[in-house]
């Protein structure tokens, strides 16, 4: 139960950052929009196709919210800064500390 509630908090809390990110450019899908079109495209995300499926999801982004009628530059923003946002940034402020503990000499 309790990774359960831990997987859930952490996919709401995802797609309230992707509800962000629209609200940040003016564009307004509902939360519920958000919380269709965000799983699937992870999940298209995962096939493997390209490297971290960065094409793939982005395309499913695009795709998905186009249904919707979101403007697919809109969804490509959001796409892009949800690889920066989940992907490059805890990459990026994690490379210090993976640094120190590889370098660093055993007592």
Do not use: C, Q
């Not at 992870?42 to 998905?64: C, Q």
Request: proline share 5%.
């Amino acid at each position: 139960l309790f990774l359960f509630l831990n997987s859930l908090s952490i996919w709401l809390l995802f797609s309230l950052v992707i509800l962000l990110v629209f609200a940040s450019i003016g564009s307004s899908p509902s939360f519920l929009i958000i919380m269709v079109v965000y799983p699937l495209s992870i999940i298209v995300g995962l096939l493997p196709v390209t490297i971290s499926g960065l094409g793939t999801r982005d395309a499913a982004f695009v795709y998905l919210f186009g249904y919707f009628s979101i403007i697919e530059e809109h969804a490509i923003i959001v796409s892009l800064s949800y690889f920066l946002l989940s992907y490059l940034l805890p990459a990026a402020l994690g490379t210090p500390f993976s640094f120190y503990f590889f370098n660093k000499k055993e007592n």
